[in-house]
């Protein structure tokens, strides 16, 4: 079974890679928790696993699925795009990983199109959304 662990490390992991420190603060899903939110006003990504498309039909592989919520920091729109796409081009690049609880895990692939800007809160926070299906095995 695919963990929000296993999703928030490939993320963070990504984006140290890319320069972000410090990094957004995670939180697991459905929505962003507004106490941590005016704790930290700056960026923040929400994970959350949703049902997927269960076991495929040799049973070798579950097609679970996850969808990403990326808060960029008050009045920035540009950032919060730019943090969306830097998860996205995280989870797209994944070939195949292991995970410390022996998953493998083969490529990544969205639900649908791009990271599309969902709302701008109260906070003047904008949030971009994406979801995607990652397959794994596990070992």
């Known amino acids: 079974m695919l963990t929000y662990n296993d999703v928030q490390t490939l993320i963070a992991n990504g984006l140290t890679a890319k320069g972000y420190s410090p990094l957004p603060v995670f939180h697991p899903g459905p929505g962003p928790d507004l106490d941590a939110q005016d704790v930290n006003p700056n960026s923040m990504v929400v994970i959350q ?7 495929s039909t040799d049973g070798a592989f ?43 895990g083969l490529p990544i692939v969205r639900t649908g199109g791009a990271p599309a800007l969902l709302l701008q809160d109260d906070g003047d926070r904008y949030h971009f959304i994406c979801s995607y299906i990652w397959e794994v095995v596990y070992v």
Do not use: N
């Open 49 to 55: 696993l949703l049902a997927g498309l269960g076991e």
């Open 62 to 104: 579950d097609r679970a699925s996850f969808q990403v919520r990326a808060i960029g920091p008050q009045g920035d729109y540009l950032s919060a795009e730019t943090l969306a796409r830097d998860i996205d081009q995280t989870c797209l690049t994944v070939v195949s990983s292991k995970s410390a609880t022996g998953k493998w």
